[in-house]
């Protein structure tokens, strides 16, 4: 039984440039969070894809976007890269309406 | 209203002792309330899980006690472990189609042999 898994494990990025982060969720799964963990703090969440489409968004700005696809599996692209966007990028996956969620390894993504 | 206190920030305990964890929160809809642990470069596993309408549950080594009326959760790892020596952050959510969790901002811990 897979876990969720997430791609690339690192990415360096300059700044202004865009980015794109791959997530599949756990098997049997079919929503997807996406939460950014800066160094030495909790994870904040970025937003939820429920059924293809963004079903709850956290506190960060439009540059951050996503999307579902039929297979459930997610993308999260970032714009306009600062210096500050520099973070671990976890993807979380859960069933439907569930509390549980399990997490990926993550996505380090360095922007200098 | 959004946060999630956590403390200490970190703890330092002797193989075979008691780890304690606090856990603050101030929105009474908040209705599910996990504890994660996370080891460096890895991301966070689920441990243990309350509701509100049970005050304490106990998974193996972990139990969480809630304080509903305080407003407050704690995570004891009993017989601590060096393989124990990880960060943990509580987090708190409550479902309002779909769900938003909120975490600590971690408390990392430091078992010796």
């Known amino acids: 039984d897979a876990g969720v898994t997430q791609s690339p494990t690192h990415l360096i990025k300059t700044r202004g440039q865009q980015v794109t982060l791959r997530c599949s969720p756990k098997?049997?799964?079919?929503?997807v969070s996406w939460y950014q963990q800066a160094l030495g703090q909790g994870p904040q969440f970025i937003f939820q894809y429920y059924e293809e489409e963004e079903r709850q968004r956290g506190n960060f700005p439009d540059r951050f976007s996503g999307h579902q696809f039929p297979n459930y599996s997610s993308e999260l692209n970032v714009n306009a890269l600062l210096l500050g966007d520099s973070a671990l990028y976890l993807c979380?996956?859960?069933?439907?309406?569930?509390?549980?969620?399990?997490f990926g390894p993550g996505t380090r993504l360095t922007v200098t | 209203q959004q946060q999630v206190k956590q403390s200490p920030q970190s703890l330092i305990v002797q193989k075979g002792g008691i780890s304690i964890i606090n856990c603050a929160y101030e929105n009474t809809a908040f209705d599910y309330f996990p504890w994660y642990q996370q080891f460096p470069g890895k991301g966070p596993a689920l441990l243990i899980a309350?509701?509100?309408?049970?005050s304490e549950k106990k998974e193996g080594r972990f139990t969480i006690s809630f304080n509903k009326s305080a407003k407050q959760f704690s995570l004891h790892i009993m017989d601590s472990q060096p393989g124990d020596s990880a960060t943990y952050f509580c987090?708190?959510?409550?479902?309002?189609?779909?769900?938003?969790?909120?975490f600590g901002p971690g408390t990392r811990l430091s078992v010796l042999p």
């Open positions: 987090a708190a959510s409550m479902n309002n189609y779909g769900q938003n969790f909120v």
């Open positions: 309350i509701r509100p309408d049970v």
């Open positions: 098997s049997g799964h079919d929503t």
């Open positions: 979380a996956s859960s069933l439907g309406g569930s509390s549980e969620q399990y």
